[in-house]
């Protein structure tokens, strides 16, 4: 639609039309098998190993460090899972922080009592983790650190440096994994550099098609599959290739690098001018997202409002945004995140995430700061009389 504003670009984004062409040409024209050994199935093979080049070198990792999954929450499993399955002897005792995705936080309630000891890292009210606290949990027996990047609610990023050189001093043997399922394509982030081992991409998070994620892993690791079959992506991921999704991830890449800056620059300044506007124009609020959190994520707690009221209200205007994260906000339940930063309820109940993309406009942000200055005066709870 020409005159929706598409404010969830966290959940999703809209994908780019170069990517909706190309794959469309390799569904035409670059259909076989990419096991088959035929000229169509090593066509297809061809087009699979160029996606997997541009992600590594987006990554300055090897191409064989890239293995292709169906997305964030497959990527995470098997970045868990696949590491401690084969390396029980690396430890029994795993750290996770309050914050993360439910693909990261939903496994590590799966293995504890299976075996493994689970520690949880709090976070302060901006969403970071305690660096006191990791020295505190990380021992000998420390086998994985799975951590998220950029938090998918809040848009707090984690000190990933930091941890890993705690990390170092205490035990070189613990596995770092990172989520940066909110952080890939809008952030440089180079995992060898950094010192992370294995690391979570989705593609449909920035403008690639949906179904299609990767893992980076480092070529050291001991790794197992989780999905058994026919031995595709080096025999950690069996199932015949997605190639138009493979394709579409790569092209996906390629655009979102060459303009990552400007990008970001773009979009630090729709945020700006949104909160500017936002303290200007409305009462009764809460910023949660912390200064110096991403520029794609802002999350704002306005205070009497159910937020799937003010959600609704938002949509009759064709403005599309989220209560929290797509993957927990059909359970009805308030918000984990929000919860370990310490938010209290009646500013939880009305939070709303806001997420960004360079598709957006100040046009647009200007005409979603003035919509709510309409809603919110009409949905907010009513005093109650008194005598």
Do not use: W
Not at 28 to 37: A, C, R
Not at 260 to 284: A, D, P, T
Not at 352 to 360: A, D, G, K, L, V
Request: hydrophobic letters at 35%; proline letters at 4%.
């Amino acid at each position: 639609m020409k005159n929706e504003i598409f404010l969830d670009n966290s959940s999703t984004t809209k994908p780019y039309d170069d990517v909706i062409d190309f794959m469309s040409q390799i569904s035409k024209e670059v259909y076989g098998n990419p096991s088959s050994l035929h000229t169509k199935g090593i066509a297809a093979e061809r087009e699979i190993k160029k996606a997997r080049q541009l992600i590594a070198d987006s990554l300055r990792a090897q191409s064989n460090e890239i293995i292709f999954t169906s997305g964030g929450t497959e990527s995470n499993n098997l970045a868990i899972r696949g590491y401690l399955n084969p390396n029980p002897r690396k430890g029994k005792h795993i750290i996770t922080t309050t914050v993360e995705h439910p693909s990261v936080m939903e496994v590590y309630q799966s293995l504890a009592g299976k075996g493994y000891t689970v520690d949880y890292l709090n976070v302060d009210n901006d969403g970071i983790i305690s660096i006191d606290e990791l020295k505190e949990k990380i021992n000998e027996n420390t086998a994985l650190i799975s951590i998220i990047l950029v938090n998918n609610e809040v848009g707090s990023i984690q000190p990933i440096e930091q941890l890993v050189r705690i990390k170092n001093q205490i035990n070189k043997n613990t596995v770092i994994h990172v989520d940066a399922v909110q952080g890939y394509g809008k952030m440089e982030i180079h995992p060898k550099a950094l010192g992370i081992d294995l690391m979570s991409l989705s593609s449909h998070k920035i403008h690639g098609p949906k179904g299609i994620g990767a893992i980076f892993m480092n070529q050291s690791l001991k790794m197992s599959p989780i999905i058994y079959g026919g031995g595709q992506e080096s025999m950690l991921r069996s199932g015949t290739e997605n190639v138009p999704g493979i394709c579409g991830f790569g092209k996906a890449v390629e655009i979102s690098f060459a303009n990552i800056n400007n990008n970001h620059e773009n979009v630090r300044k729709l945020k700006e001018i949104f909160v500017n506007s936002i303290m200007e124009n409305i009462e009764k609020f809460k910023i949660i997202s912390p200064i110096n959190a991403s520029p794609y994520i802002l999350n704002v707690a306005f205070e009497g409002i159910k937020a799937e009221v003010l959600l609704h209200h938002l949509e009759e205007k064709s403005i599309f945004v989220s209560t929290g994260s797509a993957c927990s906000s059909r359970k009805n339940i308030h918000s984990r995140v929000l919860r370990s930063m310490g938010v209290t309820s009646k500013y939880i109940e009305g939070a709303i995430r806001f997420s960004f993309s360079h598709f957006n406009t100040e046009e647009q942000i200007i005409k979603t700061v003035e919509a709510l200055v309409d809603i919110l005066p009409r949905i907010r709870k009513k005093p109650k009389l008194t005598n």
